[in-house]
């Protein structure tokens, strides 16, 4: 009889094993789904305060639009654009430190995520933290980009141009500079406004080279022709610079600062005893000139009421310009390239002491200037 009982037991536990089986895996069914419920009902209520944060934002109540976002990260604290939306709102109000360390720990699990480095990027130059800035924007700008936003993250890369000019790091802008000349569209407009960056990046010879693109794309822009006519003068080729001032002036002859640009570029390029294609007789006559305006200059300066320091070098001056004059101006000998250049010297160190006594030149005495500056230390 025992021996019969024993299979009976054995299939009394295992019904009951199966049934408690089936109530655990209904319990752990109703359970998953009471908590997906729940998680549901929360995402609902975490949308609606982020609803109402970028309502706050737009409405300019930066502090409540802070509580609201904290709701919502409270209820959903994984989602990212719940927790930039916070971090941005936080640094707007200048909780710096709050934003960063909310940013921090997003980007732990996604180093390479380029929004996220956004917003670390921004904080840090709100804060004048160039290192940090330049650090995130980079780290950003090679991150994780879908294959559709080659425009934005170009913008990005514009962005952080601007933000190392603002910081004086011309060096690095003009590398980034270099990497957005490679991507840009042909465009008259997208090469005007890289050669504007150029310009202020203190890069002459780059800004020409796009000016010139952007009018040979678009003759008719005069931003462009103009701009390089001001970047070829940079440069000292003024040539080239009267081309395109004639250029821009035809389509705004109203213009007045191309007008005297232009002026001056043709006083210099006329006054210059060095220009090409002279004869020996031409150069010693310009050179002439230019000394006698040169000290006659000097003589209106020192009537006028300066420094005895000043007064002493324009009165050295005046005395090495009278004794060289005599031997530039032999009718059997032209002065030989070394001579111009030596006369050429003495009549830039006569403006340049003019200048730092007495002010601001005339435009012939501006163009006699940049003639010096132009062949001071070049050799024949």
Known sequence: MEVLRIPRILNQELVLLIALSLVAVGAFIFTRRLAARERQLETKIAAVWFQRGEDYLRAGQTDKAIQAFRKATSDIGDNQKYVLALASALAAEKHSAEAQQLLLRLRESDPEDPEINIHLARLAASQNDTQQAVHYYQSALYGRWPSDQVNERRKLRFELVHFLLDHQQRELATSELL???AQTPDSAAAHVELAKLFVEA???LRALAEYSEAARLENTNGEALTGAGNAAFQLGEYGKAEQFLRA?????????RTRQLLTLTQLVQGEDPLAPHLSALDRQKRLLSDLERSANRVDDCL??????EASAELQALKAEALTAVPKLSSKSHSPDSDAVRSGIGLMFRMQQAASAACGVPTMEDQALLLIGRQHSGDRP
């Open 248 to 256: 821009a002036l035809k389509l705004d002859p109203d213009s007045p």
């Open 303 to 308: 009537s006028q009421s300066t420094s005895a």
């Open 202 to 204: 203190g890069d002459a």
């Open 179 to 181: 990497i957005l000349q």
